[in-house]
């Protein structure tokens, strides 16, 4: 496979941007994001599903300047701790816009939830619904279900299926139970019922089945409690394309499959992956070129699994090309290595690079803009990249890079 790199992967902002200026300027490893695309996703979702009917999942990728971009483009926001909470909180992001989620929330996160005003609760389990109503939150609670649906993605990812940490089990009779008991509650107010099948989902039928039992349950939950189901939310999940041979289906195919499954009902959705995803690449320098006779080719570059854990957690595959050839043949089988004290430390095991590449070359991974930076950790204490935005052609820092000095700040 010598073919060149194919350039769609790239945000339109970012495909005639002069990455090597912006790499001199803000130093490598660097994410950089196409602030247009980012809008511009939000304003599909917000199309197909309406307005009140998007929240963006922040644990994607979560900043001050993303939670602004999110308020601005009318979504909700989907929080999972009382860390992201804080984050859309001191962003100023409108609290009734927040929506809750998590299965192990504290009651520290719940207090923070009632306290700060947050709209929804998303509940995971009959515990945090004794919790809610002992802290008395006021917002809407919502039941997370599980259809028992497979999302046809990597089982780390994949939430819907009966054995699964998050939410009551519909075959059990769990699920009716807790919406039965929210109804009930004196001390709770209905908002719904939840379900989030996986992530990185490409199969529309996957969608189809779980809003399929999703929409026979809320019949279910109807008749037996004799109150409407005021809103069906159902997560996120939708596949971005990372390689050239990923097809993604596109929001409005979505928002179909899942229409067929739950009728009129109200509609939310949360999509993480699919707004951030492909609205960043990763620029790294590389560092040396190790070619072993008769063997792989190892090109390693100044960042890896702290930056990127997705390799290494799943198994996740990437393109890469060299940010002054984009359209050279890639000719060379070579494994992109980070710089970690790990084998496994390797970002694409089976890249295509251009064979005339060499130490000092600027290379990009595209589609990094979702569960990249948001799982960054400070593995060998390798100061966490910078993030900068880009509209019209220009550059500003959202998040500055560590600093060595920034890596003994919790030492006591
Ligand atoms: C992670 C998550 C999402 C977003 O998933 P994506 O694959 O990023 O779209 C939505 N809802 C819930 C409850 C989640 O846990």
């Not at 996957?206 to 399929?212: D, P």
């Not at 928002?255 to 699919?274: H, K, N, Q, W, Y």
């Not at 570059?301 to 990127?308: A, F, R």
Request: aromatic content about 8%; glycine content about 10%; hydrophobic content about 45%.
């Amino acid at each position: 496979m010598t073919d060149p790199f194919d350039q769609t992967l790239l945000p339109v902002g970012l495909r005639d941007l002069d990455l090597a200026v912006i790499a001199a300027e803000f130093g490598t490893p660097l994410f950089v994001y196409d602030e247009d695309h980012l809008r511009a996703r939000c304003r599909e979702y917000v199309t197909q599903f309406g307005e009140g009917r998007v929240a963006y999942a922040g644990k994607a990728f979560l900043c001050t300047a993303m939670v602004r971009l999110i308020a601005e483009e009318g979504l909700h926001l989907d929080v999972a701790t009382g860390g992201e909470l804080h984050v859309a909180l001191r962003a100023g992001f409108p609290v009734e816009r927040l929506v809750f989620h998590g299965n192990n929330k504290s009651d520290a996160e719940l207090e923070a939830a009632r306290d700060s005003g947050v709209g929804r609760v998303v509940a995971d389990s009959f515990d945090e619904l004794d919790r809610l109503e002992r802290v008395g939150f006021a917002g809407e609670v919502l039941v997370r279900v599980t259809p028992g649906v497979e999302a046809h993605t990597h089982e780390f990812i994949q939430t819907g299926t009966d054995d699964s940490k998050f939410g009551f089990t519909v075959s059990t009779g769990a699920a009716a139970e807790a919406v039965a008991r929210v109804v009930a509650s004196p001390a709770l107010r209905f908002g719904g019922i939840h379900a989030h099948i996986g992530s990185q989902v490409f199969r529309l039928d996957s969608y189809a089945k779980a809003a399929g039992v999703v929409g026979a349950f809320a019949d279910e939950c109807e008749r037996a409690t004799g109150v409407d189901i005021p809103l069906v939310n159902l997560g996120g999940g939708l596949g971005a394309r990372y390689l050239h041979s990923d097809s993604d289906p596109s929001v409005t195919e979505y928002a179909a499959a899942l229409r067929t499954g739950v009728g009129d009902r109200p509609i939310m959705v949360e999509p993480g992956r699919s707004i951030a995803a492909a609205a960043a690449v990763t620029l790294y320098r590389v560092g040396t070129v190790k070619a072993i006779p008769g063997g792989r080719t190892y090109v390693a570059v100044d960042g890896g699994m702290s930056d990127n854990p997705r390799p290494v957690l799943y198994g996740a595959g990437y393109e890469a090309y060299l940010a002054d050839r984009p359209d050279a043949p890639r000719a060379l089988a070579a494994a992109v290595a980070g710089k970690h004290c790990e084998q496994g430390d390797v970002i694409v095991p089976d890249a295509h690079l251009p064979a005339d590449v060499t130490v000092g070359d600027l290379l990009v991974t595209p589609v990094t803009g979702a569960y990249g930076y948001s799982m960054a950790s400070n593995y060998n204490k390798v100061p966490r990249p910078a993030v900068v935005f880009v509209r019209d052609g220009q550059a500003r820092v959202v998040i500055r890079r560590e600093s060595l000095d920034d890596l003994l700040r919790l030492d006591a």
